[in-house]
């Protein structure tokens, strides 16, 4: 088929949809069907196993629930979503300027606090010429009623009052607090440091930039209300939150803070308020290190409606590296982070946990910040703000704030060691933190809790704070005065510099074999129509059809996303290198069905079939060439990218390769082209190791199976199991199956049992098992055989993966093998779902933020698979040993404050929006004070206790999906004008009112009032009394209740015209409150 042809199907398709009913009845129809055929698929669809035991789906927390859901599902399966092409804000802002310099000691030249913190940093982001990459933003001073949102006037009064102190008033002042100094230029500095951090974030949310970095000093995260400290006057990012929350309407703010001093003043500061969460990793030593309070340890979770919105994550020894860091990100810091769904996050970025740095006396390297900044860049659309607060250790410093600003600019990150265990002492301050707030966040569900008597495998877990010996600083035994010279930790001055200096070597040498190399593109594409001549003859039907990969293309036509790319040709893979995994006779078979007549296809296709399946292996005499199209295009993939020409790479193509075996093909599969690609990337280029991540819905058998004693390639399978049911319908894709021999715990499969499975499953099984085992495994390339079949729609898969949540995993990938990561296209059938979810991963792949994503919370059973992955694989993963018993505390009964997941005015937005089946356009006007509508409607948390594992209602889905990005799912365009819009009546004295009943049988479900008499009836789903009603009266034009659409029975179509709006708005006041 030519792509006019295509093309004319597609607007065939479309016609054939104009007289197709409301959206709430296409959902209703999905019920109805459910109800009829169970959970039997169409014999066309089948790929193979059975189906027999899915009853046992609904034997979790509500049978009628399940059903409710999963038939609302079935519905959503009718309906197109309609993605939104991506719009992404690019741009990193980048903010300095000399007048940071002017706050120094004037008596202790070499204090650590001083202006080279920002000029080597600014020299060292311009030597890898990574300023004039960036949009500069000037800087701005901030204004007293800034300061007034977290200092106190007298404060102010101070501050200011140091300019036209001598210096030895100035000394004076200065032993009145902790760690602190003063220059006539402090308030002017502080004050601009503070404006422009405030600045910056405002930047951000204009969306004249995506993301940025604040290079300024004073730091500010130690400055309390009512006092200076720790180098510290104004707290720069606490003011910069509030602010966001009192004054710009945001409702989630995420804090990061992973300066190795505590920011006890940021904690203070939002001890009650949710609306930003703090999360803090610092040295603590059981309270023993500064800033020696007893609140900066893990039982310190916030107050009053702010509980559980503060976490502390103490460090209580030194040497902590990258290996401690990155599991206190993936078991903590992440699974939190996206629970919460921050509208912005603020990073108080502190380098003075990098190796070398004498305060911090821990071993991060600088490299590690940038995987740090790229974790978070997943959340909230991109929108991160860096801004500096310590690290004393300039060269590693200066390296940790270029590696940050690269990574913020989307530059792949540096490649790390491999992840090593993580040291006992980290492990229970996670486990700690996890055992404390598990009660309020339920991410943090992946540990067993013991019973009273029970103790945990790690001493330090059973215990609760404080440690006996321990002094903390308090008000009671404040000094009169501190000293004017620093050089804590240190007795003497010398002894901090020595301390700073003798790391030089080693932090040279971190920088000497760090690669800062970019390809010149940055992703590559390979396809070609000529693949879409493998068909199943006299089965046009067969869900492996050729318009899967012309759907894929004309989505990234559609989106610009070619433009973008490196487009490749497509070339045949050579015998010898199908031979790579492929047997010599497979392949000479494979040839020979070029030639084929009919009836010898049907004996090739009945010679693979395994008694039971359904045909999954189809050929016609253009197969051969196909697959090996297939192949040969991945390959000129792995050449562009392991040549250096692109960064990461896509490949569209089919027939599919991983059911492939050996010496046989299976499952739509012939070559297996992904299996391939490893060999070909070992033996050309000398790759080391692949991880081979397969997320098609279907166990990658024929993969498990070539590697599966090849320690050469780590291999993870996210698939549907069904106990062995589903297909290939082998327990070879059980959790138990860990390779063989060398290769043991380098395969791992993540089984779900029954359907449904979706976002937050896929993303919990990425945060607790891929990516702690990927940075443990350390991959130098990533290969993705990416089937879209669990994507919601699927007729084979029965999932529910978002094309957002395609996305994310793409992104969490991206962070390995710096960004050498390739995504070939295996299964998907639904050509809606599969095309948005393929063009997702390609826009993530070119830098473009994660969508929008809301938490919910994973199903029980997917909870129960992880934790049997994780109790298998950690004894072969040292990153897995947080899978154990603890103890867990009771959550304490406060007023908090569990923002809903859906409010009227969510409900309201979304009905707006489908009665009229309008695009909705991209917000890009910036309001000072934003409206309860604001970017804060995309998602929340159900503050600290998280989501629910099930929607409620079908609206609430819909705006799930709403939030994502689907600009609206509709089954007909709604017709601008129509003659029988003269037939309606002015409304009745009065109004509407969308809760009276149907005037026949009383009910309130789902009613229609009919504009021309306003007599209200039910709707052809509960009793039809409304279509009676249009027949008898001739009255065809009716608004719904449900949704606010408005139907013409003459037309059959939907209407949109401004005469409907004196009706819509009186039922929009009836049922919100509120006018449209």
Known sequence: MSEAEDQNQNAGARKKTENKPSLAEVMQKGTEEKKKQGDERDASHAVGGTEDHKEDIHSEDSETDEEEYNMMIAGLSEVALLMKKPEPVFGTGFLYDEKFTLHKNDWQSNFPEKPARVTSPYKRCCDLDLVNRCTRIEVQYGTEDQVLLQHSQRQIDILQS????????????????????????????????????????????????????????????????????????????????????????????????????????????????PRVLYFSIHRYEYGDYWPKLRESDYDFIGDGEGKGFNINVPLNQTGIGDSDYLAILQQILM??????????????????????????????????????????????????????????????????????????????????????????????????????????????????????????????????????????????????????????????EQ??????????????????ETSLTVPPHRTC?????????????????????????????????????????????????????????????FIDQMKKTETFTPEEMSDFQEAFTIPGEKVPVFVNN???????????????????????????????????????????????????????????????????????????????NGTQHMFYEDPSVLYISLHRYDGGFFYPSSTDGNYNMVGRKASLGFNVNIPWHYGGKGDAEYLAAFQQIVMPIAYEYAPDLVLVSAGFDAAIGDPLGGCKVTPAGYGHMTHMLSGLASGRVIVVLEGGYNLVSMANSMATCTSVLLGDPAPVWRYEQPQQIAVMTICD????????????????????????????????????????????????????????DFETKQSEESMAEQGSSNGAEGGSDKFSSNKELLKHYEDQGVEAMYAVEPLKDCKHLDEVAPLPEGG???????????????????????KVYCSRYVKEHMVKHGKEAKHPVVLSYADLSVWCYECDNYLDNEKLKPAKQSAHKSKFGRDL
């Open 335 to 492: 699974p939190v982070a996206y629970q919460y769904n921050p509208e912005l996050v603020l990073i108080s970025s502190g380098y003075d946990a990098a190796v070398g740095c004498p305060e911090g006396e821990m071993m991060v390297t600088p490299a590690a910040y940038a995987h740090f900044i790229h974790m978070l860049s997943s959340l909230a659309e991109g929108r991160v703000c860096a801004v500096l607060e310590g690290g004393y250790n300039i060269k590693s410093l200066s390296e940790g704030v270029a590696l940050s600003v690269r990574s913020l600019l989307g530059d792949p990150c540096p490649m790390l060691k491999p992840t090593t265990e993580p040291s006992d002492s980290v492990t229970e301050s996670i486990l700690n933190v996890i055992k404390c707030l598990s009660p309020y966040w339920t991410c943090l569900c992946y540990q067993s809790r013991l019973d009273e008597d029970e103790p945990c495998e790690f001493d330090g877990v059973n215990s609760d704070p404080p440690k006996d010996g321990i002094v903390f600083d308090t008000p009671e035994n404040k000094p009169s005065e501190y000293p004017l010279t620093y050089t804590y930790p240190y007795n003497v």
């Open 622 to 700: 253009d197969s051969y060439i196909c697959a090996r199209m297939a192949a040969g295009c991945t390959l000129n993939v792995i050449d562009c990218v392991l040549s250096g020409q692109a960064r990461n790479g896509v490949a569209i193509v089919r027939p599919p390769g991983h059911h492939a075996e050996c010496e046989k093909p299976m499952g739509f599969c012939f070559f297996n082209s992904v299996a391939i690609a490893a060999k070909y990337a070992q033996k050309k280029f000398g790759v080391k190791k692949v991880l081979l991540l397969d997320w098609d819905v279907h166990h990658g």
């Open 495 to 512: 002894e901090y510099i020595q301390a700073e200096s003798k790391w030089n070597s080693t932090i040279d040498s971190l920088i000497a």
């Open 525 to 585: 594409l390979v396809y070609d129509k000529g693949m879409k001549a493998h068909r199943a003859i006299g089965n046009p039907g067969h869900p492996e059809k050729p318009e899967r990969i012309s759907r894929i293309y004309d989505k990234h036509r559609d989106w610009g996303l070619l433009e973008r790319c490196l487009q490749l040709k497509c070339r045949l893979a050579e015998p010898e290198e199908l031979e790579l995994v492929h047997s010599e006779k």
């Open 162 to 273: 140091v300019t036209e102190m001598d210096i030895n008033e100035r000394k004076s002042l200065s032993t009145k607090y902790d760690s602190v100094y003063f220059h006539q230029e402090t308030f002017q500095t502080a004050m601009l440091a503070m404006g422009s951090t405030v600045e910056m974030m405002e930047q951000i949310l204009k969306k004249n930039v995506r993301n940025g970095f604040v290079l300024a000093r004073p730091p500010g995260h130690h400055a309390v209300t009512e006092e200076f400290c720790g180098f510290s006057f104004f707290n720069n990012v606490a003011i910069a939150a509030k602010h966001a929350v009192d004054n710009l309407g945001l409702k989630r703010v995420l804090i990061v803070d992973w300066d190795v001093h505590h920011g006890q003043a940021t904690q203070q500061m939002f001890y009650n308020d």
């Open 992 to 1014: 509407l009112n969308v809760n009276d009943p149907c005037e026949e049988c009383e009910a309130k479900g789902e009613n229609w009032v009919c504009l021309v008499c306003y």
């Open 869 to 924: 992955v994780l109790d298998t694989h950690r004894s072969y993963w040292k990153s897995l040993k947080f899978r154990v018993g603890i103890p867990v505390k009771e959550k304490e009964e406060s007023s908090t404050n569990e923002e809903e997941n859906k409010t009227d005015e969510d409900i309201s937005k979304l009905s707006d929006q489908l009665s009229s089946v309008s695009v909705r356009e991209p917000n890009t």
